[in-house]
């Protein structure tokens, strides 16, 4: 169950709030629509309730918060427009990574493909797939952790008829276990069709909340199309019979030869017709759109132009009957488009008036019932289970064209019934399958060996390097080598990709600050630096000895503190890159803090120890190996004094000394969000 209380975003300068005071609820077993026209504020409010935007208000789901769960994504399943994926990811392979973001076997992958139907395109890339195809990867995703509760923002949206039944269909087995179903649509045809209750929004307030039946009846307007050559008559007539037999009915004069008849029946109108001899080119049963204005931000043709301006035209009233009848609502709707134009139109019952005139009225159909229901083991209104029971339906405007019969629904995937402990381990498998799952990395790493051998063999035709530059492809002209600018690339990319593809976004804000996912960073950053390097030094080594011999590949005698001089600069850059993404949400921003050290903090450094001064450190060296390096069983006090070596470096000392700027500006930003 989801409760929502004063919602209510941020003044944006003069303007009024997006949402202001929204207040409602979404029982279990139960599907409810948000509705609203484009620019109602659906989705400030769902960002709002997932604490994705900052403002005022409070949102229980199952009543918690959701900032008090433990793991969100295995209560609330959110999809927020299309899959937050890399295109080059592999549909397989990101349900494999938010596998292990969740903490759910990688079986559950397969389970959720089979569910949704894509077992077919498991190896396809995400930018690939079409919008039917992106919007089921979508409920894959949202239903990977098995969550009680889906917040969908308008799924249905770019969908064709046959795609949004089955995607409604499989909402509705999901209510129909017990399951909370919340999402947003601009259609209120539709949602009077799939949703159970309905809350309508307008402007940031709300203006409705209702069952599904009562929003039928009180604001979708059935009304009876009629087109004739002499329309002006026919109005005339029907508005004479109306005062005749004391009904409310509404004609609406819609320009040219169309009529929109409130409150009478195809039969009346079409026998009325008959006997006063007027052709009737149309007469079928249509339902008028939410109220005024609701669908003037979908007129885009002339024809569709014609219609609104056609709603201001003054129209007939006619009192209510002294029985107690109610009166049709006084607002002028705004009528839909024309049913040769518009694909979710109701179509014409009849083309000819010979065939309509005294026809009685078809029984009522529920577009609903043509899902397959056998296929999920519940009934479209839920009576399979005890939590989802059927809530009573309004009469429909009559469809004379079929409804082709959906392929049948899969079943859902299986519960989770045993939940895992929490592992230390899971942000680690999560970083390895999102580094892996792309070639990126493996791109920057070969491009990075490539361009280190050739500026190698270069250095040495020209010579005056020194062999340890040598090997790591190092020129007194470059900052820094290009192992270690490829590392900084890969360590910024670490979080650079997760601002560009925010997989973890329906989890917590666009990349969850967790000190778990920042370790599960580093540690594989280090992994591939170290990688990195060794395969620098080798594909070197063998490029010179391909090239000059075996004289210039010889490895340098003190090669101990060289080596962990080279791999602590390698991986202090892969450190820099990932902390300075994560810092400032960017992949370039951490590529340049890793330039930044050599450039600017070097420097820096440099005037700050060589500067003029009352006394110098003379002797400190000595001196801390005195007091820290006592004699250590089998020497080990020789590898402590080889990274005190390498930290008290200019390049070495520049990059711990931001290295520990960006960790204390990463942790205060982590405080920071959590403590709002």
């Not at 994926?85 to 990574?97: F, Q, W």
């Not at 005062?243 to 409130?262: C, K, M, P």
């Not at 204005?293 to 014609?306: L, M, Q, S």
């Not at 903090?601 to 450190?617: C, I, Y």
Request: aromatic share 4%; hydrophobic share 45%; with cysteine.
């Amino acid at each position: 169950m989801i409760q929502a209380f004063g919602l209510t975003s941020n003044p944006r300068k003069e303007l009024p709030p997006a949402v202001d005071d929204v207040s409602f609820e979404a029982r279990a077993g139960r599907i409810t629509a948000l509705l609203g026209a484009s620019g109602a504020g659906k989705t400030t409010v769902l960002r709002l309730m997932l604490e994705l935007q900052q403002g005022r208000g409070i949102t229980h789901f199952r009543g918690r918060p959701l900032h008090r769960i433990a793991h969100p994504s295995r209560e609330v399943g959110v999809l927020l427009g299309d899959v937050p994926g890399h295109p080059a990811r592999t549909v397989r392979g990101h349900l494999r990574m938010l596998c292990a973001a969740a903490g759910v076997p990688v079986r559950r992958a397969d389970e959720v493909l089979e569910a949704v139907g894509l077992v077919s395109l498991r190896e396809e890339r995400l930018g690939t797939l079409s919008r039917g195809m992106d919007r089921r990867l979508g409920l894959a995703c949202v239903l990977l952790a098995d969550p009680h509760t889906l917040v969908l923002d308008d799924p249905a949206d770019g969908l064709s008829t046959r795609e949004g039944a089955w995607l409604h269909g499989m909402l509705r087995a999901h209510a129909a276990q017990g399951g909370t179903v919340l999402l947003t649509t601009s259609d209120p045809k539709g949602a009077a069709r799939t949703a159970d209750r309905v809350v309508t929004l307008e402007q940031g307030r709300l203006v409705a909340d209702q069952e599904a039946a009562e929003f039928s009846r009180t604001r979708l307007r059935p009304r009876v199309a009629v087109r004739s050559p002499h329309a002006a008559r026919l109005a005339v007539l029907l508005a004479k019979q109306a005062r005749t037999s004391q009904l409310s009915v509404e004609v609406v004069r819609e320009g040219g030869n169309r009529l929109s008849v409130y409150g009478g029946t195809c039969a009346d109108i079409g026998e009325i017709a008959f006997r006063h001899g007027i052709v009737v080119h149309q007469l079928a049963d249509e339902v008028g759109d939410m109220g005024p204005g609701a669908g003037r931000a979908r007129a885009t043709g002339p024809e569709d132009r014609d219609r609104v301006e056609a709603s201001r035209i003054p129209v007939t009233r006619e009192p209510s009957s002294t029985s107690g009848a109610p009166a049709a609502p006084t607002a002028e709707p705004c009528p839909p488009l024309d049913p040769e134009a518009h694909p979710d139109a109701p179509k014409p019952v009849a083309d000819a008036p010979s065939l309509s005139f005294g026809q009685p009225p078809l029984p009522d159909a529920e577009p609903d019932e043509l899902l397959d229901a056998s296929s999920t083991g519940h009934a479209r209104d839920g009576s399979a289970a005890p939590a989802a029971p059927s809530q009573p339906r309004s009469p429909r405007p009559v469809r004379a064209r079929t409804v082709r019969k959906p392929d049948a629904l899969p079943p859902l995937p299986p519960p989770i019934s045993v939940r895992p402990a929490p592992s230390p381990l899971r942000p680690l498998r999560y970083e390895i399958r999102r580094a892996a799952g792309i070639g990126t990395g493996f791109l920057t790493g070969a491009v990075t060996l490539a361009v280190s051998a050739v500026i190698a063999v270069v250095l040495a035709r020209i010579g005056h390097t020194p062999q340890p530059r040598l090997l790591a492809a190092w020129p007194q002209e470059l900052p820094l080598p290009p192992a270690a600018l490829g590392a900084g690339l890969l360590g910024a990319l670490a979080f650079g990709d997760e601002f560009r593809h925010p997989a973890l976004a329906a989890d917590r804000g666009t990349v969850p600050r967790r000190l778990g996912l920042l370790a599960a960073k580093l540690l594989v950053s280090s992994a591939t630096a170290l990688v990195l390097a060794v395969l620098t030094l080798g594909c070197d080594a063998e490029a010179l000895y391909l090239v000059y011999g075996r004289e210039l590949a010889q490895v340098p005698a003190d090669w101990l503190p060289l080596g962990a001089s080279w791999i602590g600069l390698v991986v202090g850059c892969a450190w820099a890159g990932v902390l300075a993404a994560g810092v400032f949400r960017s992949t370039t921003a951490g590529l340049a803090a890793v330039g930044a050290v050599p450039l600017l903090v070097v420097p820096v450094v440099h005037k700050l120890v060589n500067g003029p001064s009352v006394r110098t450190a003379a002797g400190l060296p000595a001196r801390v190996r005195e007091a820290l390096l006592p004699r250590w069983p089998f020497g080990g006090e020789r590898y402590v004094e080889a990274a005190l070596k390498v930290i008290s470096q200019p390049v070495g000392g520049a990059l711990a000394l931001s290295l520990t700027a960006l960790l204390c500006a990463y942790l205060v930003t982590t405080l920071r969000s959590r403590f709002r």
